[in-house]
């Protein structure tokens, strides 16, 4: 046995015969395991052949006779095809690495295992595919599925007014894109939209996150009395779903009956303000509805670090006679950045999508001349949603999500390979 | 003395900014209610609390022949805990083989979970509306269930699984010694060890669908199917306003029940949310 060690080569046999489904595993006396291989196969090529065929042929042409071929469907059929070949491919690379593998345990002279090993072996590694099976076709369909066809959509003319099955959709590469920089309305709209959802962002979530910090710090003085029943007020905006929240506002800022304008302002003496059509108005009102929504989740994040603090820290500084204003800017500030920057950063990339607040406190209006759909207050998020459900330019909205995508994704990454879990060892 | 007096000034100042908020914050509570018992339709020439306060809105919301508000409640809670259900399930199952198993494939798939959980799922929304009507699921509720459970699958099991890992190996691999099979470890002894995890699921995935708007705005057409959020919406933004005492009224009966929710587990939220911030 020593001695044919070193000469027989069935890792390679094995390897090469698999590319017959299950044949390799044949040849290594697997007879399970390839008769499990060859049985997908047949099953695969049988069962798949005529999605693949009509998908592959589907999705190059998007169909060639309007009112017979439905352009969309036969997309569908195309990214099911595709994703049926990566399945397919996967099956078959696992067959050859498992040819590879058995054969190498041969040429080491390993004994081979028994049919009831091979079958407990079996259980031993399918047991977590069967368990993860149910959770990742749900995500191959509900999650991958759309963002491939996302994807795709972006590099097609589909709208409402070419929409199947009276006419065909076409491929029209990167022509979206190119629009929306070039067309003027479309750059117009796009670079309006772009530049006050950075500045929603910026604007709206620095204050909650500023009003957050000084509230946190400001309760947890020493010698405050009630602090518990502060906390439990302080909470209450989040406690409330936020939706409600937004129409409850919607209706007070609202120009003829709301309380701000006839109770509030009155009150002050101060002249109605036309929150609801003035653009500036509306802006300033959604950045103060999003700073009383947001603030209490900060809050509360910031007074845990809080009271991890040493006091030890804030001693030393009293025996060095630092201020008030010294010991937040040296102690307390940097370490409730240290410990919340990335949920910190997540409150930036959750007002950059913040549709909920955009679009029911006002539905993105007032309304602007001359901009494709977007009004005045609208988000690339909410724009989007208009662009599909109230305009119909599917194509367009596609390219603006591929768009949207890439900054929140950038964004994502970016926080990501700075946190614990990323670097972890056992991750990978 | 210096000293004293200057506290006097410090604290004194802290309780009129508590103050200040405190009545920012309790304003709009106040509002919505006084005006749920206004007795008019409309707001105009009402007053924040009527001296002819009524709860005749609160028995139109209960009358089914008047209004939908207790199907868009029984929908509500119905695909919330449906989705509940689905997603802790999922989820238990998935962290327990990433966490316990190294097969093929492993990395791949926590690779995937962890770029998927970078994109926020209504960033799909065009595909979500287009092949909601092209496969004919467009105004069900088993649709916005499975794109919910899709949308909570990815965050949640790196949240599970990271928790999965504090719990020894040694317990399963001495489980497996006295002859359990796979399933039966999971189910008797890693499963009770890891309740407190599931239970945070389990509040995400119920508190995520109720408060989701644009999902169910985009999916659901008819009034019989809508959710809260959707149906409160066209109540206000239907009739501009000339339902709005109806909708405060609606609106109160959410905000109580849920706050009370919320401030009695809020413990237990906030250390998933913090759990899942830092450690991804």
Known sequence: MD?????????????????????????????????????????????????????LWGIVTLGEIPMEDHSIFLLVQGIIALLVIAIGITIYVINLVDAYRNGKRRDLGFEKNSIRQQYQNLIDTGFPYLMLSPGFFLLIFVVIFPILFVILLSFTNYSISN???????????????????????????????????????????????????????????????????????????????????????????????????????AFLGIGPISWMTDPFWTKFALIMIQSWLGFPFIFVMVTGVLQSIPNELYEAAQVDGASMWQKFKNITFPI????????MITQYTFNFNNFNVIFLFNGGDPAVVGQNGAGATDILISWIYKLTLEVGQYGKAAAITMMLSLVVITVAIWQFRRTKSFQEEDMM | ???????????????????????????????????????????????????????????????????????????????????????????????????????????????????????????????????????????????????????????????????????????????????????????????????????????????????????????????????????LYDLVANNFGAEFTKFAAGAVLIAIPISILFLSLQRYLISGLTSGGTKG
């Not at chain 1, 094995?14 to 047949?42: C, D, E, H, M, W």
Request: hydrophobic share 55%; with cysteine; charged share 15%.
């Open chain 1, 336 to 343: 409730v950045m240290y410990a919340t920057a990335p949920i």
């Open chain 2, 1 to 231: 003395m210096n000293m004293k007096t200057q506290r006097l000034i410090r604290l004194t100042l802290s309780y009129f900014a508590i103050a200040v908020v405190t009545m920012i914050i309790l304003y709009p509570v106040l509002w919505i209610i006084g005006s749920s018992l206004n007795p008019g339709n409309s707001l105009s020439g009402s007053s924040m609390f009527p001296d002819d306060a009524t709860f005749k809105h609160y028995k139109e919301l209960f009358n089914t022949e008047e209004s939908d508000y207790l199907i868009w409640y029984w929908n509500t809670l119905k695909i919330c805990f449906l989705t509940m259900v689905i997603t802790v399930t999922m989820i238990a199952f998935m962290a327990y083989s990433f966490s316990r198993y190294r097969f093929i494939g492993r990395k791949y798939g926590l690779m995937t979970f962890l770029i998927l959980q970078m994109i926020p799922n209504f960033a799909a929304l065009i595909a979500i509306y287009v092949l909601a009507v092209v496969t004919g699921l467009i105004d069900t509720h088993i649709a916005l269930i499975l794109i919910y459970v899709g949308g909570l699958l990815p965050m949640n099991t790196w949240l599970a699984k990271g928790y999965f890992e504090t719990i020894p190996k040694e317990l399963d691999e001495s489980a497996k010694m006295d002859g359990a099979g796979h399933f039966r470890i999971f189910w008797t002894i890693i499963l009770p060890l890891v309740k407190p995890i599931l239970a945070v699921i389990a509040l995400f995935a119920f508190i995520t669908p109720f408060t989701d708007f644009i999902l169910a705005r985009v999916i659901l057409r008819s009034t019989d199917n809508y959710t809260l959020a959707v149906g």
């Open chain 1, 3 to 55: 001695i044919t060690e070193a000469k027989t080569n069935h890792k390679k046999i094995a390897t090469y015969l698999s590319i017959f489904p299950g044949a390799g595993q044949f040849y290594n006396r697997q007879f399970i395991k390839g008769s499990v291989f060859l049985f997908l196969t047949i099953i695969f090529m049988s069962a798949f052949w005529d999605i693949i065929d009509i998908g």
């Open chain 1, 163 to 265: 929409s199947p099955p009276a006419k065909l959709v076409d491929w029209v590469g990167f022509d979206n894109y190119i629009d929306i920089f070039k067309m003027d309305t479309w750059r117009h709209t796009f670079f309006n939209v772009f530049k006050w959802t950075i500045i929603w962002t910026f604007a709206a979530t620095t204050l909650q996150i500023a009003v957050g910090i000084f509230l946190a710090v400001l309760v947890n003085q020493k010698e405050l009395k009630f602090k518990k029943m502060i906390r439990t007020i302080f909470i209450l905006p989040w406690a409330v779903p936020a939706f409600v929240s937004i129409l409850v506002f919607a209706g007070m800022f609202n120009n003829t009956f709301g309380t701000i304008n006839n109770d509030i302002l």
